[in-house]
């Protein structure tokens, strides 16, 4: 089955530690993104990317950090910078066109995230 | 820039009533619109979308939205809601995208949807 998988669903650290999530695609998209879903603020973008070897910050990206080595893969790493990072993480992907239009983005099942 | 305003964090509706969500949204170019869907502890799952032609679109378990570009709205309705209806909803805007350019989406906060017996 075609799809996005994220692990671990849930993640525990302690404060000042490092963490990487992961984020797998199957679906052949060229395009992955990282949102970050906290209670009342709906989602908001980190980093996305739309080719390998390639990426952008979002609107929210300090303390944050991606790399984009294969198609498939977009890991995210929550570093001891970021001052909140108690929060739903949630990867997803879409296609990028080549005529002028937007696509749909797919989510994967998230991770969540708390600082111990 | 572009925003997405979901008026009403929790709505209340008993079974078999109807169920409308309200959205408008703020956009420089004419927008494409989402509804996504979320339930408990899971990823977002696409309800519909409008991109271009008919202003009204139907999507999936039943459920519709209309575009009016002259109020900015995309409201969510289902006729008769049911007891699996009950979830998160999240309104959506991106802009059409230039070639080979990934498509950004801007979120609402989302309305919490209480299915009631």
């Known amino acids: 089955d075609g799809g996005i998988t994220q692990s671990p669903k849930y993640l525990f650290r302690k404060e000042g530690q490092n963490v990487t999530l992961s984020c797998e695609q199957n679906l052949n998209h060229d395009a992955m993104y990282w949102y970050r879903q906290d209670p009342g603020q709906g989602l908001r973008l980190i980093y996305y990317?739309?080719?390998?070897?390639?990426?952008q910050k979002g609107d929210i990206a300090e303390g944050y950090s991606v790399s984009r080595e294969k198609k498939e893969s977009f890991p995210l790493t929550v570093t001891s910078a970021q001052k909140n990072p108690t929060a739903f993480y949630l990867c997803?992907?879409?296609?990028?066109?080549?005529?002028?239009?937007?696509?749909?983005?797919?989510f994967g099942p998230g991770t969540r995230l708390t600082v111990l | 820039a572009q925003s997405v305003t979901q008026l009403g964090s929790h709505v209340s509706v008993s079974e078999g009533a109807l169920v409308l969500l309200r959205c408008n949204y703020s956009?420089?170019?004419?927008?494409?619109l989402f509804w996504y869907v979320q339930y408990p502890n899971q990823g977002l799952q696409l309800l519909l979308k409008y991109t271009t032609g008919a202003t009204l679109v139907k999507g999936i378990n039943g459920f519709e939205a209309e575009f009016k570009k002259s109020e900015t709205s995309f409201h969510l309705t289902k006729p008769s809601a049911h007891m699996s209806d009950a979830a998160e909803y999240f309104c959506?805007?991106?802009?059409?995208?230039?070639?080979?350019?990934?498509?950004?989406?801007?979120f609402g906060t989302g309305t919490r949807l209480q299915v009631t017996l």
């Open positions: 959506a805007v991106s802009s059409p995208v230039f070639t080979g350019t990934a498509s950004k989406l801007t």
């Open positions: 997803a992907s879409s296609i990028v066109r080549s005529s002028a239009s937007t696509d749909t983005q797919y």
């Open positions: 990317s739309q080719i390998v070897n390639d990426f």
């Open positions: 956009s420089s170019v004419p927008p494409y």
